[in-house]
Structures are given as C-alpha cells and as structure tokens.
C-alpha cells in the first residue's frame, strides 16, 4: 500500500507509483526477502512496465533504505538493521504520542466513529489469519488517528518509519496471536479516545509500540540471516 494514498483512493496511479507500492508491499511481506538481489530488467518484466518506473521505485526504496542501489551491480533488498530499528522506533512512538494526545482533544464524534469502524476490518482478518490484510489495515488505524487530530502529514513519518518494523513484524505475525494483541492494543486505544482519556491513550500506545521489543529479539535469534548487526 502506497504510504500516501489511504485505503479507498481511486485515485488513477501512475506507472511508477504502481510499480513503487508492489515493490513496497513485497519487500515488507517478505517475498523478496532480504539480501534478495533484484535487476530493474527483472522486475520491468515481472511487473509488465517499462524500466523507468522501476527505476523511480528503486530511487524511493533506496531513500527508505529498503533498498541498497549498487552503481554497476544489482540492487539488493537490503538486510534489517537493529540499530536502524532502535532509531525509526523512537522517531515513530515520538510522532505517534502526541498525535494520540492531539486526537484525544479535537478529534470530532464522526472521526471517532470512523476510528471505531476500523476495527471490524481487522478482527475479520485476525480470524482469518490474513496477515496481509492486517498490515494495511494497520496502517488505515493510524492514518485515521492523524487525520482525526489534525496532523495527516504526520502520517507520512509514522508510515516510513513503520516500514522497517513491518518486515520484522510478517516473520512474528503470521499465527494469530500477534494479530490479535494488536486488535486488543486498537481496541484500546480507540476506547481512550472517545473517553478522551490523554493519559490512558499516551499509555496504550506506548505499550502498542513496546511489544515490537520481543518481536524483534525473536525474529533476530531465529532468522539470523535477515539482519546485519
């Protein structure tokens, strides 16, 4: 899913931005896994367009570090770095507690009724174990959130941020049990919010962002060739 364009856009997409969210999506599902070499040749023909387009998705790839770009050489996906983790972390939860707070202020009954709404999507998925499903609608939940507060470009942060935790996330989230300790992290967070609770939405979305501590630890120890420190 494209970071800039929310679920429900028919907006017509240009070639590159087409070529761009695929890429996206496969990197971040793990179908090209990292250290996965990729030719703009290859994927051109993979995906039916010209090498152009592909080229413009390497170049924003590239700039969320997805993408290691090679002069010369193949473009690699690029392995998961801890230390780049530890830093996107903490720029997201810094983003993403005062725009709960912003939310819990000025967000209108009609934003939190949108809010509340988007939790039906997601227990569908996490009863059927749609992990793909789970990760765009994850994203719709906190696109929503900015929006209700007032702060959509703040999105665009919490989503290039986000991106790096997502491809560790789809290694851990593919039983259930982490799909549905999101849903319960959403379902309170979206409780906090129509209390207008401050306090207890800052927590609910601290304790959201802090199980990403022992997922990472997992997928580091079990899937040792995905990371590079």
Same mark, same amino acid.
């Given at each position: 899913?494209?970071?800039?364009?929310?679920?429900?856009?028919?907006?017509?997409? /240009?070639?590159?931005?087409?070529?761009?969210?695929?890429?996206? #999506?496969?990197?971040?599902?793990?179908?090209?896994?990292?250290?996965?070499?990729?030719?703009?040749?290859?994927?051109?023909?993979?995906?039916?367009?010209?090498?152009?387009?592909?080229?413009?998705?390497?170049?924003?790839?590239?700039?969320?570090?997805?993408?290691?770009?090679?002069?010369?050489? #193949?473009?690699?996906?690029?392995?998961?770095?801890?230390?780049?983790?530890?830093?996107?972390?903490?720029?997201?939860?810094?983003?993403?507690?005062?725009?709960?707070? @912003?939310?819990?202020?000025?967000?209108?009954?009609?934003?939190? #009724?949108?809010?509340?709404?988007?939790? /039906?999507?997601?227990?569908?998925?996490?009863?059927?174990?749609?992990?793909?499903?789970?990760?765009?609608?994850?994203?719709?939940?906190?696109?929503?959130?900015?929006? #209700?507060?007032?702060?959509?470009?703040?999105?665009?942060?919490?989503?290039?941020?986000?991106?790096?935790?997502?491809?560790?996330?789809?290694?851990?989230?593919?039983?259930?049990?982490?799909?549905?300790?999101?849903?319960?992290?959403?379902?309170?967070?979206?409780?906090?919010?129509?209390?207008?609770?401050?306090?207890?939405?800052?927590?609910?979305?601290?304790?959201?962002?802090?199980?990403?501590?022992?997922?990472? @630890?997992?997928?580091?120890?079990?899937?040792?060739?995905?990371?590079?420190?």
């Amino acid at each position: 899913m494209n970071i800039s364009q929310p679920i429900g856009d028919s907006r017509r997409r /240009t070639a590159a931005e087409e070529a761009y969210e695929r890429l996206h #999506a496969d990197i971040i599902s793990l179908r090209l896994p990292p250290g996965t070499k990729l030719s703009e040749v290859e994927i051109a023909k993979m995906y039916e367009v010209s090498r152009q387009p592909v080229r413009e998705a390497f170049l924003r790839l590239g700039e969320l570090n997805l993408l290691q770009i090679r002069p010369q050489r #193949a473009t690699l996906v690029k392995r998961i770095s801890l230390q780049d983790l530890e830093n996107t972390r903490f720029i997201r939860a810094s983003v993403e507690v005062e725009v709960v707070r @912003r939310a819990c202020q000025v967000a209108s009954p009609d934003d939190l #009724a949108l809010i509340k709404a988007s939790l /039906t999507p997601q227990k569908s998925a996490v009863d059927t174990a749609d992990t793909n499903l789970m990760h765009k609608l994850d994203y719709e939940f906190h696109r929503l959130i900015c929006k #209700a507060a007032g702060c959509l470009p703040a999105f665009r942060t919490i989503a290039e941020n986000k991106a790096h935790t997502d491809r560790v996330c789809t290694l851990e989230l593919s039983g259930g049990n982490g799909m549905a300790e999101i849903l319960e992290d959403h379902t309170k967070i979206v409780q906090a919010l129509i209390a207008r609770d401050e306090e207890k939405a800052v927590q609910m979305t601290r304790k959201h962002l802090a199980r990403l501590d022992t997922t990472l @630890r997992r997928a580091s120890e079990k899937y040792t060739d995905y990371f590079e420190d």
